[in-house]
């Protein structure tokens, strides 16, 4: 079993959809991250969470440290927001750990 | 925001040459930079990680000598895949991080996919 797992693999949607992406982990974390992979392939970076919740725009992050359990929502979907979303989480140690990713295509 | 420039972002060439690429830090001092491979719709996978001014630190089952690290500035860090053949045929990222330590954020360059014919 991966150490974090994203659900679900593939998603799409039409503009416009609420769009949620989990993610849950099955280490103990100080903080995790979710990016965002285009298809040329350089990643941005969205969220970095330790707790609570991050807005930025039509992006919202989430994360229940208890549960062990992150999402990220993404409203008013746009087609520009088709990409692959990746979780990664920092372990006790420096190293992070990345999940399979969540590939998204919203049509117009 | 900060920013990692990657390059070249893209190299086709013959097997057993040696390829270099590189990651700079634009705007801030990168104490710490990892380098990742990623295969097809897989997700990164950990190289290395490279401190300045000391020898990086391999992942399991990644070979030291055919994968050689640099990290001589606080700007600067290159992988250079040596003889290559095709079976390292991949995309190749950077990040860089500017403390040690976790909670902090590390920044991601473009990727370098690499062919090797």
């Known amino acids: 079993k991966n150490e974090v797992e994203q659900s679900p693999q593939n998603l799409t949607a039409q503009e416009g959809e609420f769009i949620t992406i989990n993610c849950s982990y099955s280490v103990g974390i100080s903080a995790l991250h979710w990016l965002q992979q285009h298809p040329g392939g350089g990643i941005v970076s969205l969220f970095m969470l330790s707790s609570g919740k991050k807005k930025h725009g039509r992006l919202i992050a989430t994360i229940n440290i208890q549960e062990k359990h992150s999402s990220l929502h993404i409203t008013a979907s746009h087609p520009r927001d088709s990409a692959v979303y990746i979780c990664a989480v920092h372990p006790e140690r420096d190293k992070l750990i990345f999940g399979t990713g969540t590939r998204l295509q919203v049509f117009p | 925001g900060a920013v990692v420039s990657q390059h070249p972002s893209r190299v086709i060439c013959k097997s057993g040459t040696s390829v270099k690429i590189e990651c700079r830090s634009l705007?801030?001092?990168?104490?710490?930079m990892f380098w990742y491979r990623q295969f097809p719709k897989q997700s990164l996978m950990l190289m290395a990680t490279s401190n300045e001014g000391s020898k990086a630190t391999y992942e399991q089952g990644v070979e030291k000598d055919k994968f050689l690290i640099n990290h001589a500035s606080l700007t600067l860090s290159t992988l250079t895949v040596t003889s290559a053949h095709p079976e390292d045929s991949s995309f190749y990222i950077c990040?860089?991080?500017?403390?040690?330590?976790?909670?902090?954020?590390?920044?991601f360059g473009d990727g370098t996919r690499l062919s090797i014919l």
């Open positions: 990040s860089a991080a500017g403390v040690v330590g976790n909670n902090q954020p590390q920044h």
């Open positions: 705007d801030f001092q990168a104490t710490t």
